[in-house]
């Protein structure tokens, strides 16, 4: 016995030690399980907010108290929601759910005060006067109301959930720590004991690591091992905890699990690495100038899988193997590139033809007539088909995962589906959709329809978009609209309709090779030749007559008239890749931007100065973010866009917190970036305006603007965006295998 109580001698300091970190290490994991729901139930509200922000809006401003009472009922249907109310700026109730006078004192002096339009403020309610736990949340959701006012929404959702929760997180990590404490008290009597035959020897090498070469290690041992590495990772987890953010490590971890060893398929038809030919013979490897791409490919460096795409560059087929696979990216080979090809007439008639000078304008307010050509949607409709082959033919599972991409491929998710009935189809849309009287232009507008409602989801970047899909499938389309769940039933079968505002990677890993802010400067302005107290404006896109390039250009003419002082010292610099060349409308818009050029550098410019330098050329993702940093402001002045994230990558690449973005309203980015100076591009006095006020603009307010901007995009970045799909899509799927299993039990029981 003496080994025994000479083990316990040396054991129990340690045991203490260990019992005192147990409380500790239950506290921390009951906080920080209270705090990530708490953030969730925030989210919600905020999202109950944004959904029900034009509905309430509308109806309060047209005294409209019984549709303000519909859409309340409707925010309580949610099982975790308690109650909701429509108050005033002076806390006056407006309009309440049933339950929610049992609460209503929280509507007034006690509840957080506006900050501002678009502020929300959260309280926690815990148990007190017979009332449940709670989380009020305040969502402002105007400036002012009609009689002057704000209003904002209130939310009580239920909080016991986030009680019981912590309470068994606190339990838990009690009861691992407090097990590990009892095997390591076993442990150590056990090594007393059998000192002699050189045990503790070998538990001394095991947890250090060592091992002893030929002799193989015990399988007690190794349990130790094991224990102890999980002992070290639970202590890390705890102490590191997170803010909620989403990173590229934690939508690894997320997805790990949910999507097994098949990875992801993405359907696309840009390919993230083109392989071209030059002149010279030597191949190169080209970043295509793509937001999708730019959103895409690093989420698939993360996640893995096979994205497929269209091989379009003139050393691709070469460059793969005999079914089209390569692995990227080069050098890396995080995951596997699918060529598919198709002949110039094919392209002519699916990409030139039908998506790009039918759909493309169709979905774009820019004054653009759609063509629609039989033989175009023949070739879109045969294309469609290839890709949904090359799904099948890549796809390790009956049930995978299936990001589909944009307008090129609207009927591909019902073909996917009827190969792979099981599979868990995302159809993400990158440009808008337009209102069902617009939509309804097209003469294959059912076919598009019934495609996408082949999707287990449907993705647009904001809430208007999906209004206007559901609104477009309600013309046009025998169905039920459940308005509740935002959803499409048709045959029986739902397709979810979400809005996944799309953004960038945070932080840009492209940046890693690009110089900073000074260094930058100076390698920019030396190759345009400008002098040291230059002010460099810069915008990047496509040439492409969405942008609004022509009116971007008129701008920076208008504000030379305004300020003469300026002329000599301001220039604009557009990266301009060119697009869809073949279509004459694309023509049109490169003719008209190198002819205002060429105006405007003539009326102003010297010798020695251009105020406007057009580099119409493929930029890489490297010279894109050194401008970035060189310029004093980044003008986007889309007359109608999706999201735009050439926005969010020059926030994204002005980590010194200086540089002024002017963006146009037309953007979806616009709504979530109300610190740029938001301008209508179309009126050139508050366009130029705003380029004025951004070069005037002092350190100070870049800094805080930045800041702001900065702390939006980092929150909303592009793991936020797919994590939020992929969750919802392997949840889709989790519960489809529950029901098939359950379906095969009950067949098993009967038979």
């Known amino acids: 016995m003496r080994p025994v109580r000479n083990a316990l001698r040396l054991t129990l300091p340690p045991i203490i030690a260990i019992l005192l970190l147990a409380v500790v290490a239950g506290l921390a994991a009951s906080r920080a399980v209270r705090a990530w729901n708490t953030s969730e139930l925030t989210m919600r509200a905020r999202l109950a907010g944004s959904s029900a922000r034009e509905l309430l809006v509308d109806a309060e401003s047209r005294g409209d108290r019984a549709q303000v009472a519909r859409v309340l009922r409707d925010i309580v249907r949610d099982d975790r929601v308690l109650a909701a109310a429509l108050c005033t700026s002076d806390s006056t109730p407006i309009a309440s759910t049933v339950a929610f006078p049992a609460i209503a004192m929280r509507c007034g002096a006690t509840g957080p005060r506006d900050g501002g339009s678009g502020e929300l403020r959260s309280l926690v309610v815990l148990p ?269 599972v009956d049930d995978p995962i299936v990001l589909v991409q944009d307008y090129h491929f609207a009927l591909a998710p019902r073909m996917i589906r009827q190969r792979l009935p099981r599979a868990t189809i995302i159809t993400f849309w990158h440009i808008p959709f337009p209102n069902a009287e617009r939509f309804g232009i097209c003469p294959w507008r059912e076919e598009l329809l019934e495609g996408l409602l082949g999707s287990s989801i449907v993705g647009f970047h904001t809430q208007g978009h999906c209004n206007q899909f559901l609104e477009a499938v309600d013309t046009f389309v025998e169905s039920r609209i459940d308005r509740v769940e935002q959803a499409v039933v048709k045959g029986g079968v739902a397709t979810l309709v979400r809005p996944y505002p799309i953004s960038v990677e945070w932080p840009i890993s492209a940046l890693e090779t690009v110089p900073p802010t000074d260094e930058s400067r100076r390698e920019v302005f030396a190759e345009l030749g400008l002098g040291d107290d230059a002010i460099l404006g810069v915008g990047v896109d496509r040439l492409d007559y969405t942008k609004g390039l022509e009116e971007r250009i008129e701008a920076v003419e208008r504000l030379l008239e305004r300020r003469p002082d300026l002329i000599g010292r301001f220039t604009f610099v557009q990266l301009a890749a060119p697009s869809r060349v073949r279509i004459p409308r694309y023509k049109e818009i490169t003719d008209a931007v190198e002819d205002g050029v060429r105006r405007i550098n003539e009326r102003f410019g010297t010798e020695t100065y251009r105020p406007v330098i057009l580099l119409r050329q493929h930029h890489e993702p490297d010279r894109v973010y050194r401008f970035y940093r060189a310029a004093h402001l980044c003008y986007v002045s889309s007359l109608h866009d999706g999201m735009n994230l050439v926005s969010k990558e020059f926030i994204a690449a002005r980590d010194d917190e200086h540089g002024v973005l002017v963006l146009s309203q037309f953007a979806g980015a616009a709504h979530e970036l109300p610190d740029a100076l938001i301008v209508n591009p179309y009126d050139l006095e508050e366009a130029s305006g705003a380029l004025e006020r951004a070069v005037e603009m002092t350190p100070s307010e870049q800094g805080e603007r930045m800041r702001a901007m900065r702390a939006v995009v980092a929150e909303r970045n592009v793991y936020r965006w797919a994590g939020r799909m992929l969750l919802d899509a392997s949840q889709l799927r989790q519960r489809a295998r529950r029901s098939l299993q359950m379906s095969s039990d009950f067949e098993s029981a009967t038979t």
Request: hydrophobic letters at 40%.
């Open 128 to 396: 007190e006067d017979g009332l449940a736990p709670m989380h009020v949340s305040w969502v402002s959701l105007t400036d002012t109301t009609a009689q002057g006012g704000r209003i904002r929404l209130v939310v009580a959702q239920d909080y016991a959930h986030v009680l019981e929760r912590e309470r068994l997180a606190g339990l838990w990590a009690l009861g691992i720590l407090g097990l590990l404490t009892g095997l390591i008290v076993v442990l150590t009597v056990l090594s007393a004991r059998m000192t002699s035959s050189g045990w503790l020897r070998e538990l001394n090498r095991a947890l250090r690591g060592e091992r002893v070469p030929g002799v193989p290690p015990s399988p007690l041992l190794e349990d130790v091992r094991v224990l102890v590495q999980r002992q070290a990772a639970a202590r890390a987890a705890l102490e590191e905890g997170h803010d909620g953010r989403w990173t590229r490590d934690r939508l690894r971890q997320s997805m790990a699990d949910l999507l097994e060893e098949d990875g992801l398929i993405i359907v696309a038809n840009r390919e993230p690495y083109i392989h071209h030919r030059r002149d010279d013979g030597q191949v190169e490897v080209r970043h295509p100038a793509s937001g999708l791409v730019s959103a895409l490919e690093p989420v698939m460096r993360t996640c893995s899988g096979v994205w497929i795409a269209h091989g379009s560059g003139s050393a691709d087929r070469e460059t793969c193997d005999d079914h089209g696979r390569l692995a990227v990216p080069p050098g890396e080979g995080s995951y596997t590139l699918r060529r598919v090809w198709m002949t110039d007439e094919e392209e002519s008639g699916y990409y030139y033809g039908f998506a790009n000078e039918g759909l493309w304008p169709l979905c774009h307010l820019a004054y653009a007539r759609p063509v629609f050509r039989a033989s175009d949607w023949a070739h879109y409709r045969l294309i469609n088909e290839r890709f949904a082959d090359a799904v099948v033919a890549e796809a390790s």
